[in-house]
């Protein structure tokens, strides 16, 4: 099995917001989204689908008057087909699709796998359209309100039943954030998504700024490390910033 990572944009974001005690906090520095595809035997899985493509073409149209205070930073290619043909692949060679959580970096680009099942926490899709908690402007419900071929799960999931794709819920960042680890052969690779945003701060406890729950998050990163040592696992954190010498560029990849 391999993981590849593909890069798909990424923002401006004061980096104090992933660790107040970070030396460059309070500037804003590039956030990089990433999806990535696991290849199995058994088919082929992409974890996460990116940004949609109007937040660089029209984004007022998506974000309203949170337009005027974020800015994605996107490329035409930077799409689901863009991105999967870096590795010869087009959405319909994704046989899995698994959703880290519903926030809109990681979520829009779920209309061009309405062929494929998408597992997600069950409670990550309770909290996702439910409109009244304060991370309800960065859920963008066009992103996955239609034709999507949901399958809800509940805490740690085998994805093929055999014990080399996990999904193991990481709850802290949204209510129902999930994390996937996979059975790599020369090391187990174990994508945290947004259970952490870096890895440094989590060794520390250092919570982020974007939380749901921060206890559920300090769990969360107990159960982490528990698998890390039971397991041997790299541990990725999606919005590494230095992601351009410590992320694999295709055709290199997580093996």
């Keep these: 099995m391999q993981v590849h990572a593909l890069h798909c944009g ?11 005690a970070h030396p460059q906090a309070g500037e804003a520095l590039y956030n990089p989204y990433y999806m990535y595809v696991i290849s199995h035997p058994r088919g082929t899985v992409l974890l996460d689908t990116g940004a949609h493509p109007t937040l660089r073409t029209d984004p007022r149209s998506r974000l ?5 205070v974020f800015e994605a930073l996107l490329e035409p290619d930077d799409t689901v087909p863009g991105c999967l043909a870096r590795l010869g692949l087009t959405p319909a060679d994704i046989d899995v699709v698994v959703q880290s959580h519903l926030h809109f970096d990681h979520a829009g680009g779920l209309e061009h796998l309405r062929h494929a099942p998408v597992y997600i926490q069950q409670a990550e899709l309770d909290y996702a359209f439910d409109r009244t908690h304060d991370q309800a402007d960065i859920y963008l419900v066009d992103d996955f309100a239609e034709d999507v071929d949901w399958r809800p799960v509940s805490g740690e999931h085998d994805l093929f039943g055999d014990g080399t794709v996990m999904l193991h819920a990481t709850p802290g960042h949204t209510a129902g954030h999930q994390s996937l680890w996979v059975d790599t052969p020369s090391r187990p690779t174990f ?3 947004d259970a952490a945003y870096l890895i440094e701060p989590m060794r520390g406890r ?3 700024g974007v939380l749901w729950n921060g206890e559920a998050m ?15 696992a790299r541990l990725i954190a999606t919005h590494a910033l230095d992601f351009e010498t410590a992320v694999p560029k295709p055709p290199d990849v997580w093996a």
């Design 10 to 20: 990424g923002d401006l974001q004061d980096v104090g917001i992933f660790d107040y």
């Design 64 to 68: 309203g008057d949170m337009a005027d």
């Design 191 to 193: 994508l945290l998504c």
């Design 206 to 208: 250092r919570l982020p």
């Design 218 to 232: 300090l769990d969360s990163w107990d159960r982490i490390e528990a698998i890390e040592r039971a397991t041997g």
